[in-house]
Each structure stands twice: as structure tokens, then as C-alpha cells.
């Protein structure tokens, strides 16, 4: 079985495959000063959850991480308690997509998991929308090559800003109002941040779209992709865990 971890700037997210299949997936909050020690304590607790362990059923681990600090005490946890090294999305790892890139280092592993995910599930042109910390636009060609992309605040960001910057406002729950005009300060907030994601992921859509040549399918992911989706007809497909499966796909190419 194969182990994925996808860590985020706000939340982690975990997942086995056998073979093709994702089986099991957990989401949990990122921790950066987390030790090998404590990942390793807290990915054990989980595979219990699931009835497996570290030493009879985990044959691989494939990692994504945006933040240094867990990258390098997960390169631990895998080395110490697994007995072999894992596969990380960083240069030098055979990903089977060229990155158009200015400088291609500088593209967060997740993004280059979703990309080869999403050419690989759906075909190119694509475009896979990342509802995280972030609001991540990444583009990819007809012929499978990662162009670039945009990145916005995303919908909890923006909306904790709002609300440390305006002390009358109160925190709300994310959901889409009645309508767009709200009758309350509650469905007012909820018009800005719900309707107001939708408007900037029909406009980036409809822009990159255009640049792409007029077609391209478009992919919705991340942990606050359903808060969007349901309130626009431009996503084409929902896959929450696109990125564990791009790390299935990548660990496969450097492993095979």
C-alpha cells in the first residue's frame, strides 16, 4: 500500500492507496513544529483507524509539502519508521510533465500533483482551481505541459482579514445566502465572500480559458471547494483529493 501526504500552509491531508484505488484519506490541521516523532505517532494513530500499520501494510511513501519544516521531519518519520525513503515532489523528481515555468522550482509540489492528475484524468487543455490557503488557478496545455497560473487569497483568509480589520463585523459560517442581497449583516458577509469567490472564479476561468485557446476543462479541488461549486456552472469536475492522486501517479513514474 501506498502512503500520500499533501501538506498545506492550514491543513494536511492523508491517504493509502492499494494500487489504483484510494481506500482511506484523513484531513488534519498543519502543525510546522510537529517531530518526526510526533508525525509518526499521529499517521500511526490514523492507519489503526483503518486497521494497518507502519511495519505489515505501507510499502511506499509519496509526499507534497509546501512548508519546509514538515517536509524535512516527514523525510524523517519515513526513514526512521518505515525503513526507506520516501518519494517528495521537488526538483529532480520525475514528474512526466514539462513546467513552463520562468524558473520551475519556484511551482508548489501540490500544484504539479494536481496538474499531473488532472491531464492525466481528464486531458488538457485543463484548468484545476485549488480551494486552500490559496485560491490556486494553475493551467495546464493540450499537450499535457504545466503553463503557470494565479494565486488569490483564499476564502478564509480573506474573510479572517475582514474580520480583524472591521471590529463590528462578527464571523460567520461559510454558506451561500437566499440571494445576493443580503437582509442582514450575516447574509451580506455571506454574499461577499461566497458570491464574490464565485465571481472571481468565473472571471479567472473565462480569462484563462481565452488564453488557452477558447476550451479547457476545468477541476475543482481543496477543502473549501464545496463552499464554491455548487453556485457556478464553470467547474466541470470535483475531485477533493486530486493531489493525493497526482502523488500516486508521480510515485509510480519513479518507482516503476
Known amino acids: 500500500m501506498l502512503l500520500t501526504i499533501d ?25 510546522e513544529d510537529r517531530t518526526s516523532d ?22 511506499g511513501v509519496a509526499i507534497s509539502s509546501g512548508v519546509p519544516r514538515v517536509t524535512q521531519a516527514l523525510k524523517e518519520m519515513t526513514e526512521r519508521y518505515f525503513y526507506f525513503a520516501p518519494i517528495v515532489v521537488e526538483p529532480g523528481v520525475r514528474t512526466g510533465m514539462p513546467i ?22 481528464y486531458g488538457g487543455p485543463a484548468i484545476v482551481i485549488d480551494f486552500g490557503t490559496a485560491t490556486v488557478f494553475d493551467a495546464i496545455s493540450e499537450k499535457g505541459e504545466y503553463l503557470g497560473g494565479a494565486i488569490c487569497p483564499g476564502v478564509q483568509v480573506s474573510a479572517a482579514a475582514l474580520f480583524a480589520a472591521a471590529a463590528g463585523l462578527r464571523r460567520v459560517e461559510y454558506t451561500a445566502p437566499r440571494s445576493a442581497i443580503g437582509r442582514s449583516t ?59 492522486h497526482g502523488l500516486r501517479l508521480i510515485y509510480d513514474r519513479n518507482t516503476s
Open 7 to 31: 501538506v498545506g500552509n492550514t491543513q494536511t491531508v492523508v491517504g493509502i492507496f492499494e494500487g489504483e484505488d484510494l481506500v482511506e484519506h484523513w484531513r488534519m490541521s498543519s502543525v
Open 38 to 59: 510526533e508525525w509518526a505517532l499521529l499517521v500511526g494513530n490514523v492507519l489503526q483507524m483503518a486497521d494497518l500499520s507502519f511495519s505489515k501494510q505501507v510499502t
Open 100 to 121: 513552463l515555468y520562468d524558473n520551475p522550482k519556484e511551482v508548489g509540489a501540490d500544484r504539479i500533483a494536481d496538474a499531473v492528475a488532472a491531464i492525466t484524468f
Open 186 to 244: 450575516t447574509e451580506s458577509l455571506q454574499s461577499g465572500i461566497v458570491f464574490g469567490t464565485v465571481g472571481l472564479v468565473e472571471g479567472m476561468v473565462a480569462r484563462i480559458r481565452e488564453e488557452l485557446g477558447g476550451a479547457a476543462v476545468t477541476i475543482a479541488t481543496g477543502g473549501l471547494a464545496e463552499v464554491v461549486i455548487d453556485q457556478t456552472d464553470v467547474v466541470d469536475h470535483h475531485e477533493p483529493w486530486l493531489t493525493l
